[in-house]
């Protein structure tokens, strides 16, 4: 199983939206709703942020937001903060009952 | 509140076989599936291994089907990773991670390294 395709890096000023793509197929991203969203900070176990493509847990910040079209999966973050410079990988569900992570995308506050 | 603390890591010679834990509390563990995602040094997050919330169906990543088996004890609220004829490339990070009804991860735990070298 091939890894989703992420950008390597992304960066914004504070305040600013960004947003990060995860591209798959129609084995994973395309075929089920079933796509996580994951912030890494260095050296720290992954926090889940967004699941089921748009759906926020508990605690977790409403400026995090997350879409798909077709067999891409998109997070934005909005009102960028100096807090949210991180690692994120996006996973999803797969057709082999197994699940597939994205290549990640560290994400620099400028 | 959820809590996942894996052990048993360390080092070990290629070829060699090693068996993490993954002591679960704060939920009930019996109800959940779980699953292994490691990640090597300085690279991305890799799914590994996923047992359901009995253990009677597992699921393996392909490098590792064959070597690493993930069976669990609901008795003891724990979860496991047998890694057998382990490889130089399985160094990693190993994480145990709550499964949300084959919806993705929710809860994981802080890690246990292991480093694979002669």
């Not at chain 1, 508990?58 to 690692?87: C, H, M, P, W, Y």
Request: one cysteine or more; charged letters at 15%; glycine letters at 12%.
């Amino acid at each position: 199983q091939s890894a989703l395709n992420q950008p390597a890096s992304v960066s914004g000023s504070p305040g600013q939206s960004i947003t990060i793509s995860c591209t798959g197929t129609s084995s994973d991203v395309g075929g089920y709703n079933f796509v996580s969203w994951y912030q890494q900070h260095p050296g720290k176990a992954p926090k889940l942020m967004i699941y089921d493509v748009s759906d926020r847990p508990s605690g977790v910040s409403n400026r995090f937001s997350g879409s798909k079209s077709g067999n891409t999966a998109s997070l934005t973050i909005s009102g960028l903060q100096a807090e949210d410079e991180a690692d994120y990988y996006c996973s999803s569900y797969t057709d082999r009952s197994t699940y597939v992570f994205g290549t990640g995308t560290g994400v620099t506050v400028l | 509140q959820v809590h996942l603390v894996e052990s048993g890591g360390g080092v070990v010679q290629p070829g060699r076989s090693l068996r993490l834990s993954c002591a679960a509390s704060g939920f009930y563990f019996s109800s959940y599936g779980m699953n292994w995602v490691r990640q090597a040094p300085g690279k991305g997050l890799q799914w590994v291994a996923s047992t359901s919330f009995d253990g009677t169906t597992t699921y393996y990543e392909d490098s590792v089907k064959g070597r690493f088996t993930v069976p669990r004890d609901n008795s003891k609220n724990t979860v496991y990773l047998q890694l057998n004829n382990l490889r130089p490339e399985d160094t990693a990070v190993y994480y145990c991670a709550r499964d949300r009804l084959s919806r993705g991860v929710d809860y994981w735990g802080q890690g246990v390294l292991v480093t694979v070298s002669s």
